[in-house]
């Protein structure tokens, strides 16, 4: 299981950069990032490399801002990769509520982070379906 | 040229100012019996005070009873103000209360007959007779606007359109094709309407027949009147009333359109200063306060309206010995009046502090687009209700907001907003932001 970090950002000029200059200043990097929105507010979504100290300083500059558990997991970085990961998920019954991936520099593999109520769940599933999963460690230093 | 000024009842309308007063003073002294007798929330505020029936012995005497409030009808709801039984009520209404619960009236068959007859007067004021086609776009149900408007075209003997509110295009179709002569709306909507209509291309004289709008619900500017009145050359006439006191058909102002002329036969104004309670000189400025003199199932004595006016005492030259009272201008508590719906913003704090997790920092913004009212109410997120999906945040959204227009009953923009997006000021946050204007300055 991974944290990640989940601000309410309303839909107004500026206020993205408002939240990341924040981490930025505070020394945290962020590793990956999502955005969902509607016309009225986001939720920005990010893995950091210091969860604890991002919420500190999110909060201090007044942002709503909370820590969620979800799950990194590798997909090869070719055709259909990500399609035979979220396989498991489906065949398995475990829903999605949303889902970011990325390609980083040290991995050949895709990483993709996965939202879902049953986490535990799907670790389980995932490594007995061969896929690799990133511990917390592994994702914060990608 | 002199105007033509209909009156429906002259006995009572045009009725010598010392025979009326000797009239008041009989029907006051009946009723402060009455509630007195049948009313337990006025026998225990009267006894507190120190005061029984015999002690009124001349219309002045009305300044030794207790005020009634509407904190006095929340306490009592729904019913314990009447001072008659069930069988005896053949209609209930209501209106918004501070909290949830709504202001609640009932009326005998005599309650209604009498609202018929002062609705009569009100539209026989715009000089409606029974060759006309009254539209009556306030609203049908609950609310007094719609009934009570219609019981008055009915007693005068004019053909009503009970069409309801809403629907615009609707409005403007059987307008035109039933040849409505006179029209009951709010001033913001007969200003929306008359864009629309001029919008549609609908010249006033050859397209449509409307020459009078009666116009009450809600305070207007004259600025308004002037545009409603030049975009469809109408006379735009302003009505006024309240739940407590009967609903439309208290005051309305006649074609000299100088004050509104108070039915007092029925309706004993009296003007009191906000702060000390104590009533002020005639003709002074202060808290409109009612006392029902003939009401029979829920009559109230010194209610305070909250709306801030002065009484006119000068004769006016329609012949009518009403006592007038001017437009109103404020109100001394926070009720917002939102598309002629009463709205008080302890109502939509109430939705906010029952559901778990949700802060009350909120911020209410009502403003006007085009003609027609916006009412929009701004919510912090705050960590109790955070979620990081946007499908929990936007059921969260359609909660309170379905909350929210149930109890008000009128349409709600809810806003999701950052933490301290909302402007305190010295540790208190600014609660309603109304852009509107909609007293005369």
Redesign the interface.
């Known amino acids: 299981m991974v944290k990640q970090i989940s601000v309410f950002l309303e839909n107004k000029y500026g206020r993205m950069a408002e939240a990341t200059e924040a981490i930025g200043e505070a020394g945290v990097n962020i590793r990956a990032l999502s955005v969902a929105d509607t016309s009225d507010f986001g939720i920005l979504r990010c893995i950091v490399n210091d969860t604890e100290k991002a919420l500190k300083v999110l909060r201090e500059k007044g942002f709503t801002a909370s820590a969620t558990p979800v799950v990194a997991a590798e997909a090869p970085d070719e055709p259909g990769g990500l399609a035979r990961l979220l396989k498991i998920p489906r065949d398995n019954n475990v829903n999605v509520e949303y889902l970011y991936a990325f390609v980083t520099k040290s991995r050949d593999n895709a990483v993709v982070i996965l939202r879902v109520d049953e986490y535990e769940k799907l670790i389980s599933l995932l490594e007995k379906g061969g896929v690799k999963v990133l511990t917390e460690q592994e994702a914060v230093s990608l | 040229m002199a105007k033509k000024h209909l009156i429906w009842n002259e006995r009572y309308e045009c009725m010598p100012d010392s025979k009326k007063k000797e009239l008041q003073l009989e029907r006051l002294k009946l009723l402060v019996s009455r509630v007195y007798d049948k009313v337990a929330p006025y026998k225990a505020k009267m006894d507190a005070a120190g005061i029984a029936p015999k002690d009124i012995k001349k219309l002045e005497d009305i300044a030794k009873l207790p005020f009634t409030t509407k904190e006095d009808l929340a306490a009592n709801y729904p019913f314990g103000m009447f001072a008659v039984p069930m069988k005896k009520i053949i209609r209930i209404h209501s209106s918004s209360g501070t909290t949830g619960k709504p202001k609640v009236a009932g009326y005998t068959k005599n309650d209604i007959k009498m609202w018929a007859d002062v609705m009569a007067r009100t539209l026989t004021c715009g000089n409606t007779t029974k060759n006309d086609v009254v539209q009556n776009a306030y609203g049908y149900g609950l609310f007094t606007g719609g009934l009570g408007a219609h019981y008055g075209v009915e007693k005068i003997g004019a053909t009503v359109v009970p069409i309801s509110g809403g629907n615009t295009k609707r409005q403007i179709l059987v307008m035109k094709d039933f040849g409505v002569t006179k029209m009951c709306c709010t001033p913001s909507y007969c200003l929306f309407l008359s864009e629309a209509l001029r919008e549609a291309g609908l010249e006033p004289g050859r397209d449509i027949k409307l020459n009078t709008a009666f116009l009450g619900a809600e305070p207007w500017t004259r600025e308004l009147r002037e545009q409603v009145e030049k975009n469809i050359s109408i006379d735009a006439i302003d009505i006024y009333g309240l739940t407590e006191v009967i609903g439309p058909g208290v005051s309305s102002e006649c074609m000299e359109k100088v004050g509104l002329h108070i039915f007092d036969d029925n309706f004993y104004p009296e003007v009191v200063d906000p702060d000390t309670q104590q009533p002020l000189p005639l003709g002074e400025k202060g808290e409109l306060v009612f006392t029902t003199l003939t009401k029979e199932a829920f009559p109230v004595v010194r209610y305070r309206t909250r709306d801030i006016t002065r009484l006119i005492p000068e004769k006016c030259a329609c012949g009518r010995t009403h006592i007038r009272m001017e437009r109103l201008t404020g109100r001394t508590d926070d009720m917002l009046i939102i598309r002629g719906v009463n709205v008080y913003p302890s109502q939509i704090e109430s939705v906010i502090v029952q559901i778990p997790g949700l802060e009350p920092h909120y911020q209410i913004l009502v403003d006007r687009q085009g003609a027609m009212d916006m009412l929009e109410v701004w919510i912090e ?3 109790g209700i ?6 929990g ?2 059921k969260l959204e359609k909660r309170i907001r379905g909350e929210m227009e149930s109890v008000l009953g009128i349409g709600v923009k809810l ?7 909302i402007q305190r000021s010295e540790g208190k946050a600014q609660r309603i932001i109304d852009r509107r204007t909609v007293y005369d300055k």
Do not use: H
Not at chain 2, 386 to 391: C, L, M, R, S, V
Not at chain 2, 415 to 421: D, F, Q, R, T
């Open positions: 997120v705050s960590p955070f979620t990081d999906n946007i499908k945040l936007e806003k999701l907003v950052e933490p301290k997006a």
